[in-house]
């Protein structure tokens, strides 16, 4: 009998955070606004503020600091792609589960990734899965994922509104907190 397909990765669905920007926004709508903030005059004039809303999640991010609209667009889905990395969960199934590109950001057990770099929300995304499919067990998860449990709390702590929902859902479950 053949079991060839234990040794290869695993399937599982591309989560909304990892889609190029252009399949992203086909599932969101965009407005532009005014709001209060920087730009004088400018700012009552011109409509530079903007939201993005993710209609399959309901999930909604803005950005209106900046005095240009396309600029403000980009902070919007930034920060939308950071709102659907935890918001948004994922199938995991068994076997070898990691993307490309988290083996091509996980060297030698160091997640190597800076939280302003745009491959982040997805890495994110797929640390966070993994946590949750893990029962919230850090160090399973980063078993799972081949990274140190250490490398794995530093990474998610560099997003600390992810790393508070992650140890609010541990203390639900019983488990003691994280420390960043």
Same mark, same amino acid.
């Given at each position: 009998?053949?079991?060839?397909?234990?040794?290869?990765?695993?399937?599982?669905?591309?989560?909304?955070?990892?889609?190029?920007?252009?399949?992203?926004?086909?599932?969101?709508?965009?407005?532009?606004?005014?709001?209060?903030?920087?730009?004088?005059?400018?700012?009552?004039?011109?409509?530079?503020?903007?939201? *993005?809303?993710?209609?399959?999640?309901?999930?909604?991010?803005?950005?209106?600091?900046?005095?240009?609209?396309?600029?403000?667009?980009? *902070?919007?889905?930034?920060?939308?792609?950071?709102?659907?990395?935890?918001?948004?969960?994922?199938?995991?199934?068994?076997?070898?589960?990691?993307?490309?590109?988290?083996?091509?950001?996980?060297?030698?057990?160091?997640? *190597?990734?800076?939280?302003?770099?745009?491959?982040?929300?997805?890495?994110?995304?797929?640390?966070?899965?993994?946590?949750?499919?893990?029962?919230?067990?850090?160090?399973?998860?980063?078993?799972?994922?081949?990274?140190?449990?250490?490398?794995?709390?530093?990474?998610?702590?560099?997003?600390?509104?992810?790393?508070?929902?992650?140890?609010?859902?541990?203390?639900?479950?019983?488990?003691?907190?994280?420390?960043?």
């Amino acid at each position: 009998m053949d079991f060839d397909f234990l040794d290869q990765p695993a399937q599982r669905p591309v989560h909304p955070a990892s889609l190029d920007v252009e399949t992203l926004l086909k599932d969101c709508t965009i407005t532009r606004g005014r709001a209060s903030g920087p730009g004088g005059q400018h700012r009552n004039k011109v409509e530079t503020h903007i939201t *993005v809303l993710h209609h399959p999640s309901g999930i909604d991010a803005q950005a209106g600091e900046r005095r240009l609209a396309k600029e403000n667009q980009s *902070v919007a889905i930034r920060r939308l792609r950071l709102k659907l990395a935890m918001g948004v969960r994922v199938e995991v199934p068994a076997g070898d589960i990691r993307s490309a590109l988290w083996k091509s950001r996980c060297v030698k057990n160091r997640i *190597v990734c800076n939280p302003k770099h745009a491959d982040y929300p997805s890495l994110l995304a797929e640390a966070l899965d993994v946590i949750e499919a893990s029962g919230f067990d850090v160090k399973m998860a980063a078993a799972r994922l081949e990274c140190s449990t250490t490398q794995l709390i530093r990474f998610i702590g560099d997003h600390r509104p992810a790393f508070d929902q992650l140890n609010q859902s541990r203390e639900d479950r019983g488990l003691h907190r994280l420390k960043a």
